[in-house]
C-alpha cells in the first residue's frame, strides 16, 4: 500500500508509521519502505540518520537487493527499508532508466523475504519516487487533513493514480482516504469530514484520525504512538483503522 499525498502536512507520514505499528501488532509481518528523502518515517521508527548506509536509496540505483537493506524495528513483527538524504538525488541518477518507473517494483518481486503488509511512505510530490511507489502498490491510503484546503490538489492526485493505473500498474485499487487531525471541537472539522464524504462517499474510511498530543508527541521518542501511549486516542483510531483494512481486504478476496 502506497501511503499518499503531493500536500504536505496531512499527516503522511505520521499514518504510514502508525498503522504499519498498528498491523504488526494485529500479527502482520510489515515491512515499511521510506522513499521520502527527508526520511522522517525512519527517524520516527529510531534509525539514526547517521545509520543509513543501507536503505531505499541504494535499493532505487540498484546497488544493494532489498534483502540486504531491510532492518527490523523496536515493534515486533515491523521491519523498514530506511530513506537515505541522497534519494533526493536519485530521479537524476535513474531518470534516463529504461524502466525507471518500475525498479522499485523490480527490487520488491525478487526479495526472498516474505511481509503479510508492504507500506510505502512517499514523498509529499508526485515525482518519480512516487511513480516507483505506484508501480508496485496493489493500493493507496490518502491521508486528507481536515482543514479548509483538504480537497485542494486531491483531484490532480487521483488523476495521477488513474494516469498510473494505465500506464504501469494496472492492477491500482484506491483503498480509501483517511481524514486526520480531526479536532471534535473545532465546527470546521465536521465541515470539512461531511464535505469530503459526501463528495467521495465510500471513498472514505469510516476511521477518523483525531489530532492528538499524544500521536505529535510519539515521533520524538522514536516510537509509534502505539508503544508510546497505547491507550491514547491516536493509538486507538490507528487500531481501528488497520483492522477497517483489514477487512476491507478480506473482503476483496471472497
Known sequence: MAVVNQKGGVGKTTTAINLSASLAELDQRVLL???????????????PRDNRSKSSYHVLTETMPLDEAIRPTRVRGLYILPSHPDLAAAEMEIGSSEGRTRILSQAVEAAESGFDYVLIDCPP????????????????????????????????????????????????????????????RNR????????????LGRAVFDTVI?????????????????????????????????????????????
Open 33 to 47: 519502505i521510506d522513499m521520502d528523502p527527508q526520511g522522517n518515517a525512519s527517524t520516527g521508527l529510531g534509525v
Open 125 to 184: 510530490s508526485l515525482n518519480l519516487l512516487t511513480l516507483n511507489a505506484l508501480a508496485v502498490a496493489r493500493s493507496i491510503i490518502v491521508p486528507l487533513q481536515c482543514e479548509f484546503f483538504a480537497l485542494e490538489g486531491l483531484s490532480q492526485l487521483l488523476k495521477t493514480v488513474e494516469m498510473a493505473k494505465a500506464g504501469i500498474n494496472t492492477k491500482l485499487a484506491i483503498d480509501g482516504v483517511v481524514l486526520t487531525m480531526y479536532d471534535k
Open 188 to 199: 470546521l472539522s465536521a465541515q470539512v469530514a461531511d464535505d469530503v464524504r459526501r463528495h
Open 210 to 254: 483525531p489530532r492528538n498530543v499524544r500521536i505529535a508527541e510519539a515521533p520524538s521518542f522514536a516510537e509509534p504512538v502505539t508503544t508510546y501511549e497505547p491507550a491514547s486516542q491516536g493509538a486507538k483510531a490507528y487500531r481501528r483503522l488497520a483492522r477497517e483494512i483489514l477487512r476491507k481486504h478480506a473482503a476483496r478476496k471472497k
